[in-house]
């Protein structure tokens, strides 16, 4: 029998290892330090940002990013409805209001003249995601002008971002105030657990850095100005990132190498569509797809060993939530939407059985 063909894994590998070892006979205090440190310097000279401060994760990044530029309990901030839950449960953790706003078919990501339709008295912000790695088709200087005609504040969550750009070059999470990512295990590089914020604003920057740590005027003392909590990460992390950094082109090219041979493999089939992605500039996470008979399609890729994954369901019809509105493109992405095979070692012979079965199911 073939090997399962999982959606999506992490990809850790002898590097980490021996740098972990290293790590470890040196006699680093495992909490962040100075690898943490080097970690911070890698994402920003990689997005071209001037700080970066990493978190224990990609939800709370995002907390942190809205406390930091001063969103409050009751402000409104604009979510689509179509991301992963951690957007609107990051400012719903903070007492803000998430507000659902449906997405564009083309790049799932917002619909900016719905956004302008939700803007209320109470917005004080807009939480563009980039889904997959992509662009909005009404480009992100719309959203920078928007923001900027009401007084709201623009916040990118970049979790599905690392290492895709907008057309002019900027790294994603660079045209927002803040900008948040995420190395949670199925990211394009990973540290198990693991956010970063981006910022080129010193202030927020430094609010940031002491939002994490217990809100320290300064590293290790006990002067405590403002109120903050504890989401640092740890060296031993780090020292895996570093390792998964210098990784990073490699991954990008082989996931934009991936799409463009299952777009190739799938020409025929009019069952399975994919969305619009500019391989150019922006590097596809997962390859998503919309589907004809999702279910039976899962099931049948699943007993021929192959992995999907449904896409995210419309936020606001889920339990958490169960907001009011009818938002057409992300109920249409819970009906159909699936997750092919999309890890970055996946041999080319691996999308070439994933492709085969596929045409297999629709024959
Ligand atoms: C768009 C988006 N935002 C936030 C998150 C949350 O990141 P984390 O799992 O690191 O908390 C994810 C994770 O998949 C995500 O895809």
Redesign the pocket.
């Known amino acids: 029998m073939s090997n399962f063909i999982a959606q999506m894994e992490p990809w850790f590998g002898e590097e980490e290892r021996r740098a972990m070892d290293e790590y470890l006979a040196e006699g680093g205090w495992i909490t962040e330090f100075r690898k943490t440190q080097v970690f911070e310097q890698m994402i920003a000279e990689f997005t071209g940002a001037k700080h970066c401060v990493v978190v224990n994760?990609?939800?709370?990044?995002?907390t942190l990013a809205a406390l930091a530029v001063g969103i409050k309990s009751g402000d409104e901030v604009v979510v689509p409805n179509y991301?992963?839950i951690?957007?609107p449960n990051?400012v719903n953790m903070i007492g803000a209001k998430p507000v659902f706003v449906d997405v564009e078919l083309d790049t799932l990501c917002l619909d900016i003249e719905l956004v302008e339709k939700a803007i209320t008295e109470k917005t004080r912000a807009i939480y563009f995601?980039?889904?997959n790695g992509r662009y909005p088709k009404s480009g992100i200087e719309a959203f920078v002008k928007l923001a900027k005609e009401n007084n709201l504040i623009l916040l990118e969550?970049?979790?599905?971002a690392m290492g895709s750009f907008y057309p002019d070059g900027t790294h994603i999470g660079r045209k927002g105030l803040v900008g948040?990512f995420?190395?949670?295990a199925?990211?394009v590089i990973s540290t198990g657990?693991?956010?970063a914020l981006i910022t080129d604003d010193d202030e927020v920057a430094n609010k940031l850095r002491r939002l994490k740590d217990f809100g320290r005027s300064g590293g290790g003392n006990d002067i405590h100005d403002s109120i903050g909590w504890n989401f640092k990460f740890t060296d031993i992390q780090a020292v895996i990132g570093i390792e998964q950094m210098k990784k990073l082109s490699f991954r990008v090219d082989r996931k934009k190498e991936i799409l463009r041979l299952y777009k190739e493999c799938l020409k025929g089939i009019n069952q399975i569509r994919f969305f619009e992605q500019d391989l150019e500039h922006t590097t596809p996470?997962f390859i998503d797809t919309l589907v004809n008979n999702r279910e039976k399609l899962q099931q049948y890729l699943k007993e021929n060993q192959i992995g999907t994954r449904v896409m995210y369901p419309p936020i606001n019809k889920q339990n958490a939530y169960l907001a009011n509105g009818e938002h057409p493109i992300s109920n249409k992405v819970g009906m159909d939407g699936l997750w092919l095979p999309s890890a970055a070692q996946l041999t080319d012979d691996d999308i070439k059985r994933v492709c085969d079965s596929i045409s297999q199911f629709y024959k």
């Open positions: 994760n990609g939800t709370i990044s995002l991301t992963m951690a957007t990051s995601v980039s889904a969550d970049s979790a599905q948040s995420s190395f949670s199925p990211k657990q693991g956010g996470w």
